[in-house]
């Protein structure tokens, strides 16, 4: 955290700094941040009825919240209502006392609508960063919440994807997506699948023949690269932990008991990601 955003208190330590958050952890202070911010701009569309001198929601946040009423909360649409006081108080209530994961939903259901300003989106990221939330946003259309372990892990994934899509490997990019996506739901081992199919559709680039297996893309950098191959063996094993036959790939882990975690997923995304943009810039440089 820069010295910027630290306190009188915590700079001259009267105060602890501030410290990572973990994943799953989502504190009132957080929640009261993020509803801060959809006040204010539900607040700049704000509009007063001539006649009765009611406040009500404007476009485009009646749109969105109305949508939100509708396809996310699944409620019928003669409950909704454009008035302002009350769909702050119900957005506020959902924000502070529902659990972790359908916060962040919400927040990741607002940012696709189509109509969704991009300041709010450039908002709730640095909300994200301010609060030392253990996750991150990817801004590409569709939006997605990417749940990383550290700060400098989620700018590593986050550069990671532009990089792919910048050089044309969205095949890549659409795979760490996935993977993240998967975290989200809890699904595991799915992440860690999704994660080493990045990592391939980079190979590729470099060598056709990398669609089963890692180790020609490996030759062919160290060939035409100079890879060292200290870091050659790495990359292999990292990679081979996925395909041995206890591994990720193997059909074990469609059961509960699937010998993979939390911790390998997050992991094996930051991991992939790196690799997936080294192989990227690698190929692009050949």
Not at 2 to 29: I, K, M, N, V, W
Not at 111 to 131: E, K, N, Q, T
Request: net charge neutral.
């Amino acid at each position: 955290m820069s010295d910027a955003r630290l306190t009188f208190s915590q700079l001259h330590g009267y105060e602890e700094l501030p410290q990572q958050l973990q994943l799953e952890e989502l504190p009132l202070e957080a929640r009261r941040r993020i509803f801060n911010l959809f006040y204010e701009f539900l607040m700049d569309s704000r509009r007063i009825d001539d006649v009765f001198g009611e406040s009500f929601l404007g476009r485009p946040w009646n749109e969105i919240l109305r949508h939100l009423h509708a396809f996310f909360d699944n409620l019928p649409l003669d409950e909704w209502t454009t008035n302002f006081q009350g769909a702050c108080a119900t957005l506020r209530r959902r924000i502070e006392g529902e659990p972790f994961n359908r916060v962040f939903d919400r927040i990741q259901h607002v940012l696709r609508h189509p109509r969704c300003p991009s300041p709010f989106i450039v908002g709730i990221r640095r909300v994200f960063a301010d609060c030392r939330l253990a996750y991150a946003i990817d801004t590409e259309r569709p939006p997605t919440i990417i749940p990383v372990a550290t700060k400098e892990e989620g700018e590593t994934i986050v550069d990671a994807l532009q990089t792919l899509r910048q050089t044309g490997r969205s095949a890549s990019a659409v795979h760490l997506r996935k993977s993240a996506e998967c975290m989200s739901n809890g699904d595991w081992a799915g992440s860690v699948r999704e994660s080493i199919h990045a990592v391939e559709s980079a190979a590729r680039q470099l060598d056709p023949r990398a669609s089963k297996t890692l180790g020609p893309a490996l030759k062919s950098l160290e060939r035409r690269k100079g890879l060292h191959p200290t870091l050659k063996s790495a990359f292999g094993k990292l990679y081979g932990y996925t395909s041995n036959e206890e591994g990720i790939r193997h059909s074990l882990l469609k059961q509960s008991d699937a010998p993979v975690g939390q911790n390998e997923a997050v992991f094996m995304l930051s991991a992939c990601a790196a690799f997936s943009s080294y192989l990227c810039r690698a190929a692009e440089g050949s």
